[in-house]
């Protein structure tokens, strides 16, 4: 059973940092694209981050370019996101996402939530302007 276990949420000041992690079982997670979604009260579930099964590529919103950077750790099957410079407009409940494994990426494609088939159960995070 494929398991997405977020941490690092939490309460920040504008203008600081956190980094999440997702820590992945269950699935060969050296072959997955891993993305990480954002969604605020009475929003959609919007697209943060992803990047391909080697760490090789990576796609961001436009919202986030510059602030935050994704990365991954195959042999530690944890895939993070790095938040700088946060903004009370980052305030949000953060998913972790996983396709299942088999070496794709088209980026355009992992902009979109059907690329994923795997979530986590999601970590908040609370920007104070």
């Known amino acids: 059973q494929v398991q997405l276990v977020e941490s690092g949420g939490g309460l920040v000041q504008a203008g600081g940092s956190l980094r999440l992690s997702c820590a992945a079982s269950?699935?060969?997670?050296?072959?997955?694209?891993m993305g990480w979604f954002r969604q605020a009260p009475g929003k959609e579930r919007d697209i943060v981050a992803a990047i391909n099964w080697s760490g090789g590529y990576t796609i961001y919103a436009d919202s986030v370019k510059g602030r935050f950077t994704i990365s991954r750790d195959n042999a530690k099957n944890t895939v993070y996101l790095l938040m700088n410079s946060l903004k009370s407009e980052d305030t949000a409940v953060y998913y972790c996402?996983?396709?299942?494994?088999?070496?794709?990426?088209?980026?355009?494609?992992?902009?979109?939530?059907?690329?994923?088939?795997?979530w986590g159960q999601g970590t908040q995070v609370t920007v104070s302007s």
């Open positions: 269950g699935h060969t997670f050296s072959s997955s694209a």
């Open positions: 996402a996983a396709d299942r494994g088999q070496k794709y990426w088209r980026s355009s494609y992992y902009y979109t939530k059907s690329a994923y088939d795997y």
